[in-house]
Nanobody, 129 residues
Framework: EVQLMESGGGLVQAGGSLRLSCTAS????????IGWFRQAPGKEREGVSA????????YYADSVKGRFTISSDNAKNTVYPQMNSLKPEDTAVYYC??????????????????????WGKGTRVTVSS
């Protein structure tokens, strides 16, 4: 059974930083992709960033480019989005999503549309002004 466990959310002031993590289990984590989506109150869910754990290719939404960095530790089956220069508009519940054996094209499409095959339960990030 595929499981995704997010952690690292919390309350931070604008301009601050947080590092989330997503630990995956139930699959081999060598040819797959992990992405992050977020959903703010009253807004649609949006793709934030993603990484191919096989080749390290990364993807970012325009709204977070230059501020967020995603990385993976394949030995720990964990992906880390480092979020810097946080803004109040980054406030949302952040969800980890996993796609098994996704190509780079599928990762990009997933981030821009509906996400991947599996989802975590989310971790809340609140940025105060």
């Amino acid at each position: 059974e595929v499981q995704l466990m997010e952690s690292g959310g919390g309350l931070v002031q604008a301009g601050g930083s947080l590092r989330l993590s997503c630990t995956a289990s139930g699959f081999t984590f060598d040819k797959d992709a992990i992405g992050w989506f977020r959903q703010a109150p009253g807004k649609e869910r949006e793709g934030v960033s993603a990484i191919s754990v096989s080749d390290g290719e990364t993807y970012y939404a325009d709204s977070v480019k230059g501020r967020f960095t995603i990385s993976s530790d394949n030995a720990k089956n964990t992906v880390y989005p480092q979020m810097n220069s946080l803004k109040p508009e980054d406030t949302a519940v952040y969800y980890c999503t996993a796609g098994l054996s996704y190509s780079d094209y599928e990762i990009s499409e997933a981030l821009n549309h509906a996400g991947m095959d599996y989802w975590g339960k989310g971790t809340r990030v609140t940025v105060s002004s």
